[in-house]
């Protein structure tokens, strides 16, 4: 079983023109930050991954929180935020770890005024790099739907391969899977 426990709480900032964006590991003191986020970027992430993931109340966000923190502890997953100026941009996650078979989901969101600036791809590199060094994983999976352009572009700048599709993979819609190995 994969230690996450010993996995940094940082990873190194993605550096911008507004200054560098932290990627901290998810934590109780970001559930205002990732609630505030979560109401800017709810309408775009809930069709793609549900509103587990992207709280709009502080009671959903310090759940969410608290799930993660488990998940974590658990073996299960791996959550990071992106902070800027004390404020969250966005999140990504590893997800649903295979401990016999090393793989994992790579998935992430951001808020609509971080779309655009390189961000996404800058986290799910920074995701990739601690998959396949310190988590020693050989797999990284990422189910897309079809029309999200913006995360097809994505799984291409990060050198992830089209696999096929996956019928009513995404609540109950079809989803284009892309493979990231090692």
């Known amino acids: 079983m994969i230690d ?7 990873l190194p900032p993605i550096h911008t023109e507004q200054g560098p964006v932290t990627i ?3 934590h109780a003191k970001h559930i205002h930050p990732l609630c505030e986020a979560s109401q800017q970027a709810i309408h775009h992430v809930k069709p793609w991954l549900g509103s587990t993931l992207c709280p ?6 310090k759940q969410c929180v608290n799930d993660m923190e488990a998940a974590r502890e658990a073996g299960y997953g791996l959550t990071y935020l992106l902070m800027h100026d004390e404020k969250c941009l966005g999140m990504g996650i590893i997800n649903y770890i295979h401990h016999t078979h090393l793989t994992a989901n ?5 808020t609509p005024q971080a779309c655009g600036k390189g961000l ?3 986290i799910c590199e920074s995701l ?3 998959a396949f060094t310190q988590m020693n994983l050989y797999r990284l999976e990422c189910l897309i739907e079809q029309n999200n352009k913006a995360s097809l572009r994505v799984a291409e700048r990060i050198g992830a391969s089209k696999e096929g599709v996956c019928r009513k993979r995404i609540f109950g819609r079809d989803a284009l899977l892309y493979s990231i190995t090692v």
Do not use: C, D, F, Q
Request: glycine share 4%.
């Open 128 to 130: 990739k790099k601690l």
């Open 4 to 10: 996450l426990s010993i996995l940094p709480s940082r």
């Open 106 to 110: 790579l998935g992430y969101w951001l």
């Open 120 to 122: 996404a791809t800058a």
């Open 24 to 26: 901290e590991r998810i």
């Open 56 to 61: 709009v109340t502080p009671a959903l966000a």
